[in-house]
Each structure stands twice: as C-alpha cells, then as structure tokens.
C-alpha cells in the first residue's frame, strides 16, 4: 500500500509539473529574488527538469517494487513442487529487489522535496533540508532494541538456535518464517512469549522455506555514537548555497548557478574608457560623448513592472489590430502600444489600441521625417518608468511568436535588437557625404532596417543626441550630391557601431525579405500564408544581409545571450487581406518558448 500511494503521488507531481511547465503562467512574477534566489529562464528550466526527473525516477521505483512484491505475494501462497522450477531462493530475491526498490523510492521522493522547492529559492530549500535530513536520519539508523542490547553474535546463536528447533522437519539452514518469528521475538523480549502466534494452516502439505541469513538482518549498537556531523555538514552546504544567492558572485559561471540577480546586466561588457582621439574633438563630439558615456555607465533602474512598448508606425488604421489584440490578449499590465499615424486619425476596434494615438506629424518616406516618428515615439514611451524594451513596428506587421515568447526574448538579454552591417556597393558606402566629417567617417558608416528593439539605456541616448542626429538630417537625404541617402536606414545603425558596438546584437528581429532586391521588401498575399510557411520563418536561426554589391550576401548565426536561437519575433510586410488567415493559424504557429 505504501508503494502504490508513493507510485501515485509521485505520478501526480510530474503531472503537476509538466502542467506548470507548459502554463503560460509564470512562477517567478510574485517572487521576489533577494529572498527567493535566481530566477532567470535557463536556471528555472534546470529547475523543473531536475524535479520532474527525481519524481519520476521514484515513481518508476515504485511501481516496480509493487510488481516484484505482487509476484512475491503469489508465489508465496502457491504449494511448493520439487520439480517447479520457482523455488524459495527465486522468491527470496523478488522480496529483496522489491523491498530494495521501494527504499530506493522512497529515498527519491525524500530527496526529491527539498529540490521541488529549490524552485522558490534557497530559503525554502534549507528549512526543508533540516527536516528530511532530520527524519531520514532517524529512520535510517536502529539504535538497539530498548531494554535488551544484543550484539550480533548473540543474536546468531538466538537465530540459529530457532532455526534448529523450526528447521527439523525442512531441512537444516532453512527456516519458516512464522516459527523464525516467533523464536526471535520468544528469545529477545520474554514478555510476549505468553501470546504465542497462532498456528498457520498452508493450503498443501508443504511449505514455502526461505533461506534467511543473520547478516540480513542490521541491528546497530545502542552504544554507537549519532554521527551528528551529517547534519552539519548537510546545513552547511546549503548555507553557502543561500550566501551564494543573495551575494553577487565574481565570475559570470558562478553567478548563473547561484545569483539572485540578472547576471546578463551584471557581467555585460562595461563601455570602453573614451580613446584618446586621433584628432581634436568638436566641442559637439566632447559633450556628446560624456553624456553618453555617462548613460551607459549608469546602471538601469529597476521597474518591478517591467513593460515593453509597442511603437506603432502607421499612415492610419492598422488593418492587423484584431491579430495584434489576440496577441495582448491575456498579458494586460506587461506591456504598453503608441500609434503614429502620419496621414489619418485610425479608428480603433479593440480596447487595447483605443486611446494610444500621439501626437504626429507628417512622415514622408525616405526623408528624416522617419526619423522623427521615430523619436517622438521614444518619447512618449519614455515618460513611463516601466518601459524597459521599445519595439518599433509598422501598419503591415504581425506577431510570429506568442507574447511570453517575445517578453521572454527582449527582458532576458542586455542587448539592443538594431540591425547593422558593411554594405560597400551604392546603396550603402555609396551613400556617404563628405559633409558628415569630421564626427562620422566613412569607416563608421553602417546600413540596416529600421525596424528596431532597443533597451531603454538606448533609447534615452537616442533622445539625448543632436550632433549625429544632425548630421545625418542635413547630410542624409534623397536627391543629395547625386545620391539618395535614406537617414531612416543609416541613422541609428551607423550612431550605435560609433558609441556602444557591443551593446547591439546587428540585427532586427523583424523579418522582411529583400532577396529580391528592389526598393522595397516583398509582401506576402493570402495565396503565401500557409501552416508551414509561418513555422519556418519562426524557425530561422541565421540571418541575412543583402549588399547592394548583388556578389556580397552577408550571413550569421543569431544567438541570444550566447545561444544559437531563432532570429525573429515579428515579420512584415504582409497584405491587409492575410488577416483572416492569420488569425485562424495564430496558436498553431506561435508555439515556442525561451
């Protein structure tokens, strides 16, 4: 019976576990980390994994020792034939791999509570360790057997002496359980030889006989000392563990293990100390590089709400506002939308874009117009504290990935999500104007897709700077010299390369596909918007940069916090009519998870 609860218990906290797993629900929200530990994803995923393994390595124990003591059970009562080839010593070793199975059970499934709550942090962890190393400790060693203290020669002769007087009819060396019984309990604890056992009637006239052995049998020495030392040593390790939590440790390793905080911001690379320039610096270039320098020197205020904008570029409605309301669905309070509209006043359908609109302006395409869209949304995402991630999107965007995902993705790494690259044919270095020096040079000039995501330590340097800001306003335009230079696609990749390069990741998380090299990207119709055409693009994991050299394709892996993962959690530019079938095919194709 004992087995068979164990075996259940153990089945149903698997079963509890892989519910918790696979919820949308996180555990960690209501925790908080200088008490309950670390709680990034990689640390939390080790946690579960190893829970669930212990408790279904228990729960198969269990069930085997259930069988093997089932079979025992059987066999026991069977009548016993010489010529059966199932005899005492077969089912001497069923009980002894049951009884064995079932202790080992049971020591998992001990083990197994201090580690379910180790998902909470160390705290809970030690308080539980104390009580089942305590209980373990006292189950585990016999200390005598009270008023009586045999040795264990003593109880050989005691032993085998009964084994003499019930063994006279079987055989010598074997002996029948109940007279074995009876003779042990009659020769150590007299009192209770005047209740002898009664008299067990088999079903035929022979007997089971198992072989029993003294050494079977463990009795410890009531004058053995408690090896007090276990204990000790058990509290100790699990002290150090919850220092080690609260305490930030020195190496990045350790602090992935142990800390209770975002290790990502606690090791990211520090800006380098301001070079001694080549060349005197404009009075322009020395106040931008302090202020700079200073904002990324500041560590982020934390926000116990973090929150991510949406930034919506639009002309006017946004035709996916339905897809983009199932996507929000359900995750009120961990992110918040600014819409744009360059052209119209949009009408809203869903509550969660109704009241979003800011101020615009008008937005000529190619033009620094863009730019300023751009920060004027930055702006106004500013002003609310919790905003620590900004997602530039536009009207014909949708979501790939489901919104924990996503969340997930931009919170848990301490990089910027600004596409930037080297394109050395027309439409990239070809680009560049004199007029820029002496603050950018040509060396410096990057190329990328608008279409951001920026830590909010980026966003405040976007909105503090003038001087390159400027440059590329004036310098960085259609129709300039005989060029046409798009401020949109060289201001913030060619800005970020110059002050933080290894604060960006090179890349947007926006798919758009411009392998067919025209103005624009191409756009994808309802006859394109199948099942498996949505799973893969949410399964790219290497990135492409197309050159205006049409010899020069640039490609690379994209990794998140040093993991190869998938690159993209929004695409675009897709036709307004799609949406019926987006909206169908959603939860099917925004299954994965960080």
Known sequence: MGSILMATTSIMLCAGLAAVISSTYSVKKPLNNSVFGAHDEFMVAIKYVTVLSVFLFSFLCHTSSIRFISQASILINTPQDPAFVVGPDYVSKLLEKGYLLNTVGYRLFYAALP???????????????????????????VFGFGRKNKTMQEIAIATAGAGAGAGSGSGSGSLCIPQL???????????????????????????????????????????????VWIILLVNFVILFLIVAYVYSPTTSAACF??????????????????KVPARELTDGETISQVVISEILRTPPVESNNPKIAFLFLTPGTLPFEALWAKFFQGHEGRFSVYVHASREKPVHKTRYFKGRDIH???????????????????????LDPD?????????????????????????????????????????????????????????????????????????????????????????????????NCYADEHYLPTFFNMIDPGGIANRSVTYVDWSERRWHPKSFKPVDITLE??????????????TSDSKRVLTGPCTWNGIKRPCYLFARKFYPETLEKLTLLFSNYTTLSV
């Open 115 to 141: 580690l379910l709550l180790w998902i909470f942090g160390p705290v809970l962890v030690f308080m539980c360790s104390i009580v089942v190393v305590t209980l373990l400790y006292n189950l585990d060693f």
């Open 533 to 546: 055409f949505l799973k893969n693009l949410t399964s790219i994991d290497d990135f492409i940069h197309f």
């Open 181 to 227: 019984i009876h003779s042990f309990i009659s020769s150590h604890y007299p009192a209770f030889s005047t209740n002898p056992l009664p008299k067990f009637k088999m079903k035929a006239t022979h007997v089971w006989h198992l072989q029993l052995n003294v050494k079977d049998i463990i009795v410890m020495s009531g004058s053995r000392k408690r090896p």
């Open 387 to 483: 905003n620590q991630q900004f997602v530039l999107l536009s009207e014909s965007c949708i979501p790939l990935q489901n919104f924990d995902y996503v969340y997930n993705y931009l919170m848990l790494t301490n990089v910027s999500f600004i596409d930037c690259f080297v394109d050395l044919g027309p439409h990239g270095s070809g680009r560049y104007s004199e007029h820029m020096m002496p603050e950018v040079e040509k060396k410096d000039f990057r190329k990328g897709s608008q279409w951001f995501a920026l830590k909010r330590q980026h966003a405040i340097i976007t909105m503090a700077d003038s001087l390159y800001y400027t440059k590329f306003k004036y310098y960085c335009k259609p129709n300039m010299e005989g060029r």
């Open 360 to 382: 615009s302006e008008s937005v000529v395409w190619g033009q620094i117009s863009m730019v300023d869209a751009e920060r004027r949304l930055l702006a106004q995402a500013l």
């Open 257 to 274: 293990i142990f800390s209770s905080k975002d290790c990502t911001l606690i090791f990211h690379k520090q800006p380098p100390a301001l």
